[in-house]
């Protein structure tokens, strides 16, 4: 990697760290305190949390028609979620294992914490569970696929590929053999 891309990459780490800070701010407005990573409000913010919460009654009559045609179709994804889910568990600790790759720790990418959220009614709770678990697997096989690719085939495509993951970067050009044939185990052993 030439020194042009890292120094890109490194100020692309700082704007990150930057973004990260700015939303600290954004969730700071609205008063979750953070405790052994469990977000918990004051008890007003509590209070009219519950206060805004839409009973089950009022959900149903608001919900326009289109929604409850297309959740069976939503819901359906679960299956191959799951199967992804499982898989990819199995696939990293046996093939991870086996070839010394750091395992990827699920626990980082699973997160669940909207249903603690006072103002989501039953209905709402379980949609947030769901489109956390359907991201969230999505960035851990991701996160397993990246760490795959970087001990098999850390080359960058010919073409421009969108939103690569965050160790791409740093891979070797397309199309340079002799860097291939002599920095690959450099690759498979870099952490990142």
Same mark, same amino acid.
């Given at each position: 990697m030439n020194e042009q891309i890292a120094a890109i990459l490194a100020r692309i780490h700082d704007l990150?760290?930057?973004l990260e800070r700015e939303v600290d701010k954004g969730r700071a407005l609205y008063g979750p305190a953070l405790t052994e990573n469990i977000a918990a409000f004051q008890r007003e %913010?509590?209070? /009219?949390? /519950?206060? @805004?919460?839409?009973? #089950? &009654?009022q959900f149903f009559k608001e919900t326009p028609a289109l929604n409850f045609l297309t959740s069976p179709i939503i819901y359906s994804l @679960? %299956?191959? #979620?799951? #199967?992804?889910?499982? $898989?990819?568990? &199995?696939? +990293?600790?046996?093939c991870f294992r086996a070839y010394g790759i750091p395992r990827v720790k699920r626990s980082d990418y699973l997160i669940f914490d909207r249903y603690r959220l006072g103002y989501l009614n039953l209905i709402e709770a379980i949609n947030c569970a769901f489109c956390s678990y359907a991201n969230g697997v999505i960035a851990y096989a991701r996160e397993i696929a990246s760490r795959t690719e +970087?001990? $098999?085939?850390? &080359?960058?495509?010919a073409l421009r590929i /969108?939103?690569?993951? %965050?160790?791409? +970067?740093? =891979? #070797?050009?397309y199309g340079d053999a002799e860097g =291939?044939?002599? /920095?690959?185990?450099e690759y498979r052993k870099s952490p990142e």
């Open positions: 990150e760290e930057e %913010a509590i209070e /009219r949390h /519950r206060r @805004l919460r839409m009973s #089950l &009654i @679960l %299956a191959p #979620l799951a #199967l992804l889910d499982i $898989w990819v568990t &199995i696939y +990293q600790h046996i +970087q001990h $098999w085939c850390p &080359i960058k495509h /969108r939103d690569p993951h %965050a160790r791409y +970067q740093k =891979f #070797l050009e =291939f044939r002599t /920095r690959l185990e």
